[in-house]
């Protein structure tokens, strides 16, 4: 799980509470901005291949495929109905736990 400085998270969240109405907007830099959105078990792939080598040696990690931080708000918001199902879910979930302690 990414932690909440990732802007994908910083989106998500932001979209969550908009929709949940505990926010009104999302203040975010430069959509023009590209991120390499790379699978996390590739990344963790490439570190124990790295600590296997007997030199150290310099390596640059990454897929070559990179996306603007708008394409992602893009893709975000024709998903987002279901992430925002899942989350008000979840969100009723542990609200229903709280009040049973």
């Not at 908009?18 to 699978?39: P, Q, T, V």
């Not at 990344?43 to 080598?53: E, F, G, L, S, V």
């Amino acid at each position: 799980m990414r932690i909440w400085e990732f802007i994908t998270c910083t989106i998500i969240s932001g979209g969550v509470h908009i929709r949940l109405g505990l926010a009104k907007d999302l203040h975010l830099g430069n959509l023009e901005s590209r991120r390499d959105g790379g699978f996390a078990e590739d990344y963790i792939d490439a570190k124990w291949r790295m600590i296997q080598n007997d030199q150290p040696v310099d390596f640059v990690v990454g897929t070559v495929e990179t996306h603007t931080v708008g394409e992602f708000c893009e893709t975000f918001s024709h998903t987002s109905t279901w992430i925002i199902t899942t989350s008000s879910r979840i969100r009723d979930l542990f609200a229903q736990r709280r009040s049973t302690y």
